[in-house]
């Protein structure tokens, strides 16, 4: 979906070191076994349902932030406010942490999707419009992965074709012990942007990402891709 926006991505990628290459999504969805979709909720239009707890799937769970690295207040372009990685490097091993009542996490059924979808909450928390889709979202893989691919939503087409200053989307992407393996800024456009991500070498050594943004009207998420180990017992 949307071949110019992957070539962005591509381009606009800036990896700590060359360990992280972009890949197609479908690619990823047809090879990996493990999706999360967020469907075992009711369908419920936003504001939805408010989570002060992590999200869990077999494999995967889904939290707003790593412990040892807070989360600070940043302002967009048009001032609203959003999360972003405080000072300090996630803990040994990377775990993950909650935010305040009403600034972690929600689930609606989101319009731009047609499907439930993680709205992450930011600082305006989830009473407010302002607060759905501005905040920070942690994922932690049970298993260490060599790939993991999500769709994301950012700010909807401006009516009369008023565009708003666009934002910026960063996934931090770290290995079990904390170390940041790469950091991958892309500036996608309104609308749908789907994502994958292998590590250059194939091995598995992904083992978090924390994705914040500085996007106008904010960031949905859904249909997260990764891989379930198989235990042999």
Known sequence: MRLAL???????????????????????????????????????????????????????????HFAGQPLITRQGPTGASHDAPGPGTPTRPLALRTDAPGQNLSV????GFGSNALLPLGPDGFARLSGRGEGAVALLFDSDQSA????????????????????????????????????????????????GLRT?????RIAGVLV??????GIALDDILFQVTQRLY
């Open 200 to 204: 250059s070498d194939d091995l598995p």
């Open 108 to 111: 609606a059924l989101h319009r």
């Open 212 to 217: 914040t943004n500085l996007d106008p009207g």
């Open 6 to 64: 992957f070539i962005t991505f591509c381009l606009s990628a800036l990896p700590l070191r060359a360990e992280i290459r972009p890949v197609p999504y479908a690619e990823l969805a047809a090879t990996l076994g493990a999706r999360q979709d967020f469907e075992t909720l009711p369908l419920r239009p936003e504001p939805g349902f408010n989570l002060d707890q992590n999200i869990r799937t077999p494999g995967l769970t889904i939290g707003s």
């Open 148 to 195: 993991f691919g999500l769709r994301l939503h950012t700010d909807y087409a401006a009516p009369l074709g008023r565009a708003r200053p666009q934002g910026v989307v960063t996934l931090d992407i770290y290995d079990r012990s904390g170390k940041q393996l790469a950091r991958n800024t892309l500036r996608p456009g309104p609308g749908i942007t789907e994502i």
